[in-house]
């Protein structure tokens, strides 16, 4: 099977734009084995913008698959962030619901890096969660406390853009499943999560800390409290 025409496209022109000096440095910064072709974050969007303002799935399956195509083909990452891209794609809004969850979660765990799982929590799974409450809330309960790290890192991050429509009994149920696990992004994580709500809620955020103690990590406090300084 050949490489997929969209795919194939948005290679071609993130080949001729490359700079392959900065594709090493975003590489050695990114701590990636996957190349990047190095194209500079606006030029990229510059270089999308016209396949995606040409982007015109006829259904959600071609959507779907036009996202898993390009995500799972990638060679470089920034032909990940373009699967991305098209997962976000305005197109899409109306299949934004918990059937795409399983599309969300195989972003999720396969990409298994910041970059990309920080986008598809907050905007993603985020914005499922939002419209979708009674469905997802479950989903994202049980991903709080999945054998995978990003999964459980895309829980404690779902509701970053969610203000004052936060679910505050299911942050404190993602965050308190999580309070134990040593590991940084997880750690970092719950200090995101508790920061952002502080500016709707700075007293439900004091208080949760207060409580939780000595269970919860300096690094997840100081970033939590940060906005309090």
């Known amino acids: 099977m050949g490489t997929p025409p969209l795919l194939a496209a948005i290679r071609a022109d993130l080949e001729t734009a490359g700079d392959p000096e900065r594709a090493e440095a975003q590489r050695a910064y990114m701590r990636s084995e ?43 990452r920034e032909e990940r962030y373009a699967a991305i891209a098209l997962a976000r794609h305005r197109v899409a809004r109306p299949w934004q619901d918990p059937d795409v969850l399983p599309l969300h979660r195989h972003l999720v765990v396969t990409g298994a890096w910041w970059d990309h799982v920080d986008v598809v929590a907050s905007h993603l799974v985020g914005g499922v969660l939002r419209g979708h409450r009674p469905a997802t809330t479950p989903v994202v309960r049980g991903w709080a406390v999945d054998d995978d790290l990003w999964l459980r890192r895309t829980a404690v991050l779902a509701q970053l853009r969610h203000r004052e429509d936060t679910d505050t009994a299911l942050l404190a149920d993602v965050v308190e499943a999580n309070l134990d696990d040593p590991s940084f992004w997880l750690r970092k994580a719950i200090g995101w999560a508790l920061r952002e709500h502080a500016r ?30």
């Open 34 to 76: 996957m190349p990047f072709h190095g194209v500079s974050s606006p030029e990229l969007k510059r270089l999308l913008r016209p396949h995606l303002a040409a982007y015109a799935p006829g259904d959600r399956a071609t959507w779907e698959r036009d996202v898993r195509e390009t995500w799972d083909g990638a060679t470089h």
């Open 200 to 229: 709707t809620d700075p007293d439900w955020v004091r208080e949760h800390v207060a409580a939780w103690g000595d269970r919860m990590s300096g690094l997840s406090r100081r970033e939590a409290l940060k906005h309090f300084a």
